[in-house]
């Protein structure tokens, strides 16, 4: 996601939109595909099942789409309020990731002119943001592995930091607009 890009309001909550629909429709048909099953095996007629079953299934769905979107709009809506938090850097990217140190850690990932910034989401108890400045980035190793990738950040200290992030590629430049070094494999 571009600096442009993060900066329209609702982008967050557009995509979780779509997600948590995405989402709740499947959950409706397994929930109606059960619900016709058992009225079948106690030898009711299908149609029937269906008939009564409609209301249940579209309040099934609101409410499955309804807690969906709240929870992809709170993994979705952290990137954006965590670059919001350092807009007078120069956000140059930013997206929901991972930080793979021991336990798995969800937040957002925040590239700026000055430093690279992993916010941990709330629901890592304790878990503290990691700063990085830009200074002490020795190379980057960006991979793509289609939905995720991942970024391999070496320091000059000899440390690395991975996370697992969304649209690595867009990542990849963004690294390089900053004159950050690219690792070969």
């Given at each position: 996601m571009?600096?442009?890009?993060a ?5 967050s909550w557009?995509?979780a ?17 059960v619900a016709?099953?058992?009225d ?27 807690l969906l979107?709240l ?7 952290h ?9 007078h850097?120069g956000?140059a ?8 140190a ?13 430093r690279?910034?992993f916010?941990p989401h ?11 400045p830009?200074?002490t980035i020795r190379?980057?190793?960006?991979t793509?592995?289609?939905?995720y ?12 930091l ?5 649209d690595?590629?867009?990542?990849a ?13």
């Amino acid at each position: 996601m571009s600096a442009a890009r993060a900066s329209e309001p609702g982008t967050s909550w557009r995509r979780a939109l779509r997600q948590g629909v995405r989402y709740a429709i499947p959950s409706t048909l397994v929930v109606g595909a059960v619900a016709v099953s058992l009225d079948v095996l106690n030898g009711q007629a299908w149609g029937a099942s269906v008939a009564r079953a409609w209301p249940v299934l579209l309040c099934v769905f609101a409410g499955v789409a309804a807690l969906l979107t709240l929870l992809f709009g709170f993994v979705f809506g952290h990137s954006e309020r965590a670059a919001a938090r350092v807009a007078h850097e120069g956000v140059a990217m930013h997206s929901a990731a991972s930080l793979m140190a021991g336990a798995e850690q969800g937040g957002a990932l925040v590239l700026t002119g000055q430093r690279l910034l992993f916010a941990p989401h709330a629901l890592n108890l304790g878990a503290q943001p990691t700063s990085v400045p830009l200074g002490t980035i020795r190379e980057v190793y960006v991979t793509d592995g289609g939905r995720y990738g991942e970024a391999v950040v070496y320091l000059r200290g000899g440390d690395a930091l991975t996370f697992r992030l969304w649209d690595a590629p867009r990542w990849a430049e963004a690294f390089a607009a900053l004159g950050i070094r690219r690792a070969e494999a």
